[in-house]
């Protein structure tokens, strides 16, 4: 499988080195694909790995993730060409918040997933890891259990392809919460996690479903 990563940020280089040791040829991305700041990441990950422009990861890439800011995350998907992402599995890892004056949702009644998905229509968007620190987004091994990651999106094949790359990232409970309007619930949860983070002084923490 190949995978075609939006970004090279927090994010994105930790996803890529995850897909690379699960087996995954990766496609990284960035404004300046060829700067410094990128040798250190294609030594770590060897020949399975590359920084790409934007368009070219889109285009390499058989499932699409979405790790980008909020303030570029528009104009970066408006810049590719849709050709290249049409049909194809995106993931959205993305957040809009707000953190001055507290952490707020920046979308009050719409979500970052729904927006990706009315910017790609003939994309099948699917919502994930939003809700995880990037440091816990590949092998989530917590002492007091496993965390719940959740999907969401309107396509029933694109979610089990999903959920066999979080299986392979790791990830072994899985909640689809529905079509893609669901996912203002994990952008919301994502929310929660990070008030909850402050409050507890624990950074890195994650949901998980208490089952007896
Ligand atoms: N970090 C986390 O723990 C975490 C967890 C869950 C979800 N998320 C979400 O995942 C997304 C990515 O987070 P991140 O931490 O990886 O972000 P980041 O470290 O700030 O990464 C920014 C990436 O976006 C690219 N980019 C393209 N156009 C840009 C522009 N106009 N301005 C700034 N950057 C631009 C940058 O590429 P260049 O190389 O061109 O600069 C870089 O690769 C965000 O929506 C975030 O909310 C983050």
Same mark, same amino acid.
């Given at each position: 499988?190949?995978?075609?990563?939006?970004?090279?940020?927090?994010?994105?280089?930790?996803?890529?080195?995850?897909?690379v040791?699960?087996g995954?040829?990766?496609?990284?991305?960035?404004?300046?694909?060829?700067?410094?700041?990128?040798?250190?990441?294609?030594?770590?990950?060897?020949?399975?790995g590359d920084?790409?422009?934007?368009d070219?990861?889109?285009?390499?890439?058989e499932i699409?993730?979405v790790?980008?800011?909020?303030?570029?995350?528009?104009d970066?998907?408006e810049?590719?060409?849709?050709?290249?992402?049409?049909n194809?599995?995106?993931?959205?890892?993305s &957040?809009?918040?707000?953190?001055?004056?507290?952490? #707020?949702?920046? @979308?009050d /009644?719409?979500?970052?997933?729904? %927006? *990706?998905q009315?910017?790609?229509?003939?994309s099948?968007?699917?919502?994930?890891?939003?809700?995880?620190s990037d440091?816990?987004?590949?092998?989530p091994?917590?002492?007091?259990?496993?965390?719940?990651?959740f999907?969401?999106? &309107?396509?029933?094949?694109?979610?089990n392809?999903v #959920?066999?790359? @979080?299986? /392979?990232?790791?990830?072994?409970? %899985? *909640?689809?919460?529905?079509?893609?309007?669901?996912?203002?619930?994990?952008?919301?949860?994502?929310?929660?996690?990070?008030?909850?983070e402050?409050?507890f002084?624990?950074?890195?923490?994650?949901?998980?479903?208490?089952?007896?």
């Open positions: 499988m190949k995978i075609g990563i939006l970004g090279s940020g927090n994010v994105g280089r930790i996803l890529g080195k995850g897909f040791a699960a995954y040829q990766v496609w990284i991305s960035s404004r300046e694909p060829d700067s410094p700041k990128h040798v250190s990441w294609k030594q770590e990950v060897g020949g399975r920084v790409v422009s934007f070219e990861a889109a285009r390499l890439g699409i993730i790790a980008l800011p909020w303030s570029s995350l528009k970066v998907i810049s590719i060409d849709p050709i290249y992402l049409k194809k599995t995106v993931v959205d890892v &957040n809009a918040v707000h953190f001055d004056n507290g952490p #707020r949702l920046l @979308l /009644d719409w979500s970052v997933g729904q %927006i *990706v009315d910017l790609l229509p003939e099948r968007v699917v919502k994930t890891l939003n809700t995880i440091k816990r987004m590949v092998r091994n917590f002492k007091e259990g496993s965390p719940i990651m999907i969401s999106g &309107n396509s029933p094949s694109s979610k392809q #959920r066999a790359i @979080l299986n /392979d990232l790791g990830w072994s409970s %899985i *909640v689809d919460l529905g079509d893609i309007r669901q996912c203002r619930l994990q952008e919301s949860i994502m929310l929660a996690c990070v008030i909850s402050i409050q002084q624990s950074p890195g923490s994650a949901f998980a479903l208490l089952r007896q």
